[in-house]
Every structure is written in structure tokens, then in C-alpha cells.
């Protein structure tokens, strides 16, 4: 009987995948929240950004008492201090940004078309180090690219998530994106979507599985008692750890692509970055 359920359950997911290949990108944002919207129609829309938190009443309340005084402040502290350090030649982060880096972050990632691939928000970073005489920073290293993002994307507080999707380049970077997250993979043979699908606001481990739209609007976050510090692709490794799968580059095209696909679905929804998760 276990067996049964078990493969009507693959292929109720195979279908959804390829459902979910059939459509636009915004008819897949729509769909996202919809299904959520139906599932638990008493959760506001711009509360998806807190993820499983909108499921507990008593956990969103810590969570506001701890984000009244941070913690893990010290360690933005640090990012701010990268932001602000000149390069070498006397300019700043700032000067590589519409608005001093201020309300710009929703708006990554983008398609770059004379590059022909996705520009991340840590990919723009480097980008403004290299063209500045700096090296790049790993994207995997958060004692500088993590932190630096920690500061940087909370310039973009409060601003609506805004990916655009447009070209065929972009499309097809879209569909790569959405591609890995209806892939299973792994030992346990889990996508993205196992769980972020159909079982949303569900439990798992003692945790309550988080809805899809809003995902991308908080990172980086600081996660766990430790606060350990996780940007979004951080996060995507350690998903694929998690499933005994071995995981991709952070800073790769696959999971620049996963990212993309990722934050459009969140679009219209309030950034709010350097928060606590568990």
C-alpha cells in the first residue's frame, strides 16, 4: 500500500512538472500564489515573505522580538564596513549603483544580453570590485561576499521584488531555472518542489514547509542558534546536501539560473534582507 502511494505520489509530481513546463512565467507566479492563496486563504499575500513563520502565530512573535534587537547586528555591522571601505582608487561600492546601491537589489537577478546569462546581485558586486583594480570575491565565501551582501541588499529594504523576464535568452535561462527545481535528485530522490510544492504550510523535521512565492525576498539570512550566515545559493547547496545530492557551484550557472526562476516568482512582495531563520 506504501508502495502504491508512493508511486502515485511521482507521478501526481510528474505531471505537475510538466504542467509547470507549459506555461508563461508570470502564469507560473500567479499559479504559485494562487495555490496558496486557496490552500490558506486567511495568510495576507505580503506575508508569504516570512515563510513558515506565517504558520505559527508564537514563532512569528519571537521573531519579531528578536529582529527588535538583532543579534547577529555585529555581523552586518561588518558588511556595512565593507560597503563603505574606498578601492584603492578612492571609489565606492555606491558609485557602481542607480542610487547608491539604494532600492536596487529586486531587481536582480537580470538577463544580461550582451553576456548572454543571469547577473546575480553578488555577481553585480564583483563586478564593481573587478572594474575597480579589486579581485573578485568567491561567491561561496561569506566572510566577505556574504557579509557584503548582508549590508548591500538591506540598502533595497521594503522594495517590491521586481525580476523581469524578456528575450528568448532570458526565457530559456527561466526555464533552466525551472527545470532544476522540478528535478528530483539525490539519494532521497526529492525536487525543489517535493516540498515547496504541494505540501506547503505542511510539517517536516518539527518545521513547517514555507510557500514558494516570497522565498527570495530575505536573504541573505542568519540561520539556526549559531546565526550562521546563508545566502540563497548557500541555502540551495545545503537543500541539495540535505537530499543526498551532490550540490552545485554557488555562483554557477545552474543555481544563477535556479535563482532566477526563484525571485521572479516572488515578485511584488517587499524585500527584507539579513533576517533570522531557523
Not at 51 to 79: R, T, V, W
Not at 116 to 137: H, I, P, S
Not at 194 to 201: D, I, K, L, Q, R
Amino acid at each position: 500500500m506504501k508502495r502504491a502511494t508512493w508511486i502515485l505520489s511521482c507521478l501526481g509530481m510528474l505531471a505537475f512538472s510538466a504542467d509547470a513546463m507549459s506555461v508563461s512565467p508570470e502564469q507560473e507566479r500567479l499559479k504559485s500564489v494562487q495555490a496558496v492563496q486557496r490552500k490558506y486563504p486567511d495568510i495576507k499575500f505580503e506575508d508569504y515573505v516570512y515563510g513558515a513563520l506565517a504558520f505559527s502565530a508564537d514563532a512569528k512573535a519571537q521573531y519579531d522580538n528578536m529582529m527588535a534587537f538583532p543579534p547577529f547586528e555585529s555581523e552586518i555591522d561588518k558588511g556595512r564596513a565593507l560597503w563603505e571601505t574606498p578601492f584603492r582608487n578612492g571609489r565606492h561600492y555606491a558609485d557602481c549603483f542607480p542610487g547608491g546601491g539604494k532600492n536596487g537589489a529586486g531587481n536582480y537577478p537580470y538577463y544580461d544580453e550582451t553576456m548572454k546569462k543571469v547577473v546575480t546581485f553578488e555577481m553585480a558586486l564583483n563586478q564593481c570590485r573587478t572594474k575597480n583594480g579589486e579581485a573578485a570575491y568567491k561567491s561561496s565565501d561569506m566572510n566577505t561576499m556574504g557579509l557584503l551582501t548582508a549590508y548591500a541588499r538591506t540598502l533595497s529594504d521594503g522594495m517590491l521584488m521586481n525580476v523581469k523576464v524578456k528575450g528568448d535568452g532570458a526565457l530559456a535561462a527561466f526555464e533552466s531555472g525551472r527545470r532544476f527545481f522540478y528535478q528530483r535528485r539525490g539519494q532521497l530522490t526529492f525536487s525543489c518542489a517535493s516540498c515547496h510544492g504541494g505540501h506547503v504550510g505542511e510539517i517536516l523535521r518539527t518545521e513547517y514547509l514555507s510557500m514558494l512565492p516570497g522565498q527570495a525576498t530575505h536573504w541573505p539570512a542568519f540561520r539556526g542558534g549559531d546565526y550562521a550566515l546563508f545566502t540563497l545559493q548557500r541555502r540551495y547547496s545545503a537543500c541539495n546536501q540535505l537530499v543526498r545530492a551532490v550540490p552545485m557551484e554557488i555562483g554557477g550557472e545552474e543555481y544563477n539560473n535556479l535563482e532566477y526562476f526563484h525571485s521572479y516568482l516572488s515578485n511584488g512582495l517587499p524585500l527584507k534582507a539579513s533576517v533570522f531563520r531557523k
